[in-house]
């Protein structure tokens, strides 16, 4: 927990010192809501999907914070209760094709048997469109891991890597209803060839007004050293305030 705790303060840190001094300060938060129930004859099935992200940003900077926690069941036994939190920042992005970005995240999830990890680098990104209504960008970039994880359930397997990190990452607005977005990783380790991760969020969003939507999200995760994978559906509501 001490590394939510460090992306926390600096993401108050970054806050506070932007508001004394700059005048064109712009803020962004978001929280989604989602989950589904299932009750038959034959059993009970539940998911609960939360998240939020809050950014603040300048013309040269921005920076990201965001979190989220799934937890399931299905006939009593626990299924999910993972938890993930990241802390981001790009530099150039609104004024260069080219930019720089640097990333932390921890997140600990029962699904994919993970106890704590931590990764922490930095890369850069290439914008192929860049407008208010498309946007796609490319990334790579280096990525330290330390990681506690679980292999057939009860194996521990402690260990630190070096990954190389590539992003595919796109936002598109059609007629301003409907909104398109997603943000794909694939995460090789520098060490092991087959140890690798997959990380794939695709929502899909139509807008009632401004800050309102009905949003359906798809998310995929596999961690090839332990041999797990998650594929979630959910949909739900989405609050989402530029200020």
Not at 18 to 32: E, I, L, M, N, R
Not at 151 to 179: A, C, G, M, Q, W
Not at 200 to 220: H, M, P, V
Request: aromatic residues 16%.
């Amino acid at each position: 927990m001490k590394y939510v705790f460090a992306l926390l303060l600096i993401l108050t840190t970054f806050t506070t010192a932007s508001a004394q001094f700059s005048d064109s300060v712009h803020y962004y938060g978001k929280f989604a809501s989602m989950g589904s129930i299932n009750t038959t004859q034959d059993g009970r099935a539940y998911l609960l999907n939360n998240s939020f992200k809050v950014g603040v940003s300048k013309k040269k900077i921005s920076l990201n914070g965001s979190g989220g926690w799934i937890y399931g069941q299905q006939d009593g036994t626990l299924t999910n209760n993972d938890f993930a939190s990241a802390l981001d920042f790009s530099l150039f992005r609104s004024v260069r094709q080219i930019y720089y970005w640097g990333l932390a995240t921890y997140d600990k999830s029962y699904s994919l048997k993970i106890n704590d990890r931590f990764q922490g680098g930095a890369g850069i990104a290439y914008n192929l469109l860049d407008s208010k209504k498309a946007y796609l960008s490319l990334s790579d970039g280096l990525l330290f891991e330390t990681s506690n994880l679980f292999l057939e359930d009860t194996i521990p397997d402690i260990y630190h890597t070096f990954r190389n990190s590539f992003r595919l990452l796109y936002k598109f607005v059609i007629h301003d209803i409907v909104v398109i977005d997603g943000a794909h990783f694939l995460q090789n380790s520098l060490s092991l060839g087959r140890d690798f991760n997959i990380k794939s969020t695709s929502n899909l969003s139509i807008l009632l007004n401004k800050w309102l939507s009905i949003t359906a999200t798809l998310t995929y995760n596999k961690l090839n050293r332990t041999g797990r994978e998650n594929l979630l559906f959910n949909y739900g509501l989405t609050v989402e305030k530029y200020f």
